[in-house]
């Protein structure tokens, strides 16, 4: 048994049958178990313990707590899992700003940094620290007498939102401090920690019952990220599922951290570090690199590129060296951040209007590469969009791998930039990680380069039917391989029919043996078919086909999502099943009557109506139809207020308290309808920051436009009311 307030070794799990302790010892135990295992999985990479028998513990736990909540706490690993949705984020007034840093790209302003803090201390000695920085985005967490209370995004500075329950589940930040003696007391660790893991070096495995000289009020700012490994992680289920992959870390972050829904966070898995202090009362005062090894004492994993500099040349050799390091690191990170290691002389230097004076980041110049643009190939999407897509020759090393091509998304792209094939193109990474074509080294053309043009034929098909659209081109063939392939991946999507086991790789076999050639063939396959396949067992022959038995029943919503109709996503499909509740009524209507789906718009409309009424969307469906998939869609019912219940609301421009899809689920969440084009039946425009052309319509159409404020303020009145 372990007592309560501290980790001993690994157990296995516990047989409560087997306890005779009392209930709140056997959760304090199962507690303490927990913590002690996350700090060997998520700060030392060194787990004890299978991920089975990890759950096994926090199920207990769980269900200990769930017949005992009074004895359920804040700081206990349950309420790391997420719970419940909720409807927007408070507004939290920071204690201290939370200012931004000066940046420099530039050795000379380094040295120009170091003259001026020179000549503001007056010849007193000073050192500095150094470490990564992290591109990510910034936290404020707040704790109370040991326990975390809030934790809120950086905002304006001022003022930021309240991201507490979904900062709860990011497992490198402690629910509770650990024990310490306080920065530069007996027993700091000061310089002594090694780096023991992938990303950080851990703070002790052993936590300490809270030591009487833990600051009673403590805010510990930092960096929220995502590991590269789990953003690929992410982006490669989203094109498994057929959506469009996130563009960077940072931006997954952000978007992640603003989630209405915690448990979505939590899958996630977002990571930590600590780079900085806000408000605290009966604290000691000390250096930063002393308070580092401090915040490692509470729980908090330490940087093991953080380093002490007792001059600026110290610096500048850390900038130099990490230069060559950061390619390798399993986070992204942007420059490094240089500040005055004394509490008290940062103190003394004070701040400007926007940024402390004792410190600035240095950022790397974005890595480039040039090389020559040698082809353009065109690749053929589910809707016959004919993307163009540039190979280089020789490939570029950019950010740690070789990059052999990259999109030129589409045609007014390539003339906007005035990139020729042939050119000497620099190549970059967006975030480091997505590759594109900065533009053409134009004075180093070659006098072999020429124009790259639209294409006359469909590469896929060659057909000539092709629809101009901007810069964008179509392939109008419905029968062209590229854009079955492309429909299958898409209609197998976990977003749309969710049929386990039909990968990419299993898609593109049964194309091969001609298994499919339509939609409707994937629920024709037979066994026999399969185990045709190659490395294709009885076992998976059999998951495979029960992954498409199971499928039949998605509903109408997410049938009409995966059959790639242009214009027509997962949002406008949910809206379009529930108005109409089943295909047969759907197919039924005229286009005037799709029309008048709220929010749906004249172009979906047609795109929509086109389909339903066309040669191949018909056979399509009556395939389907006949094949035994379920065609109806149930109205959602909502809890709660539904204030914008029957109103159809259009999203525009840069939100500031909102992403995209955050507004829309709140929207929805409240009986709304959020849409994507605006028309004669929308009730309301909410419009942000660099709204554009959906804008103007409303304001042709006489629709109301109101901003962001006021869209909180009559959600939150009509709630309230």
């Not at 953080?306 to 900038?319: H, P």
């Amino acid at each position: 048994m372990i007592a309560p307030g501290r980790a001993g070794p690994p157990q296995a799990p516990y047989e409560a049958s087997t306890m005779s302790t009392s209930i709140a010892q056997q959760i304090a135990a199962l507690r303490d178990q927990i913590r002690h295992h996350d700090q060997l999985y998520y700060t030392q990479a060194r787990p004890e313990i299978s991920d089975q028998e990890y759950d096994a513990l926090l199920r207990q736990l769980i269900e200990l707590e769930t017949a005992h909540p009074e004895l359920r706490t804040p700081d206990s690993p349950t309420q790391r899992v997420g719970g419940a949705p909720i409807a927007s984020f408070k507004a939290v007034r920071h204690a201290v700003r939370m200012m931004s840093i000066d940046n420099t790209y530039s050795v000379e302003e380094v040295r120009e940094f170091d003259t001026r803090i020179k000549k503001l201390l007056g010849g007193e000695p000073y050192a500095y620290t150094c470490e990564p920085k992290i591109d990510g985005v910034s936290l404020s967490i707040r704790y109370e007498n040991g326990l975390l209370v809030q934790a809120a995004t950086r905002g304006d500075g001022t003022t930021g939102d309240d991201v507490t329950e979904n900062v709860r589940t990011i497992r490198s930040i402690p629910l509770r401090l650990q024990g310490s003696r306080g920065p530069g007391g007996k027993g700091s660790r000061e310089g002594s920690k090694e780096a023991t893991g992938d990303l950080f070096a851990a703070p002790p495995s052993t936590p300490r019952p809270l030591d009487p000289s833990t600051p009673s009020l403590l805010e510990v700012r930092g960096e929220v990220f995502l590991p590269r490994a789990q953003f690929a992680a992410i982006v490669k289920a989203q094109e498994e599922a057929g959506l469009e992959p996130y563009a960077n870390p940072r931006n997954t972050t952000a978007g992640t951290l603003k989630q209405l829904d915690s448990r979505v966070v939590a899958q996630r898995k977002l990571d930590f570090a600590p780079h900085g202090l806000g408000e605290i009362q009966d604290g000691p005062r000390a250096t930063y690199h002393q308070w580092v090894d401090y915040l490692a004492e509470l729980g908090f994993p330490k940087n093991p590129h953080f380093q002490c500099c007792a001059d600026i040349e110290g610096v500048l050799a850390y900038i130099e060296n990490f230069a060559r390091q950061r390619a390798g690191l399993p986070y992204d990170t942007d420059g490094v951040v240089i500040k005055i290691d004394r509490l008290d002389q940062r103190s003394a230097l004070g701040v400007t209007a926007k940024a402390p004076r004792w410190c600035i980041a240095f950022k790397y110049q974005p890595e480039q590469a040039e090389t020559e643009l040698a082809r353009v190939v065109f690749q053929v999407g589910k809707t016959g969009t004919i993307t163009p897509v540039a190979e280089f020759e020789p490939p570029v090393f950019i950010s740690g791998t070789n990059v052999y091509r990259a999109s030129l998304h589409n045609f007014d792209e390539i003339e906007r930039k005035d990139i020729h094939l042939h050119d000497r193109v620099l190549v970059e990474k967006a975030g480091e990680v997505i590759p594109y074509v900065v533009g053409a080294v134009k004075e180093k053309r070659p006098a072999h380069a020429h124009k790259i043009h639209r294409p006359h034929a469909c590469p896929s098909c060659g057909s000539t039917s092709l629809e101009q659209d901007g810069g964008f081109v179509r392939c109008q063939n419905p029968s062209c391989p590229a854009q079955l392939a492309e429909r299958l991946r898409y209609f197998a999507g976990r977003n749309q029919m969710d049929i386990e086991n039909m990968g990419e790789a299993i898609i593109a076999q049964m194309l091969e043996h001609k298994l499919v050639q339509s939609l409707p063939d994937i629920y024709r396959v037979q066994k026999d078919d399969l185990l045709k396949l190659e490395r294709m067992g009885e076992k998976s022959a059999d998951n495979l086909l029960a992954g498409i038995a199971t499928s039949k029943d998605r509903g109408l919503a997410r049938l009409l999502a995966g059959l790639g109709i242009l214009h027509v996503g997962n949002r406008t499909a949910q809206v379009v099943a529930e108005h109409c509740g089943t295909l047969d009524k759907l197919r039924a209507a005229t286009l005037e009557e799709i029309d008048a789906i709220p929010g749906l718009g004249d172009v979906v409309a047609k795109s929509l109506h086109d389909f339903l009424h066309s040669d191949a969307g018909q056979k399509t469906l009556d395939d389907l139809v006949a094949l035994g998939l379920k065609t109806i869609e149930p109205k959602q019912v909502h809890a709660g207020p539904q204030p914008f219940a029957g109103k159809s609301i259009v999203v525009t421009g840069t939100l500031e308290k909102f992403s995209r899809s955050e507004i829309k689920n709140l929207i929805e969440k409240l009986g709304g309808k959020a849409t994507d084009s605006v028309s004669k039946t929308t009730a309301f425009v909410v419009a942000g920051a660099d709204a554009g052309s959906k804008l103007d319509k409303a304001k042709k159409l006489g629709v109301e436009v109101i901003d962001e404020a006021e869209f909180v303020r009559r959600s939150q009145t009509e709630i309230l009311t």
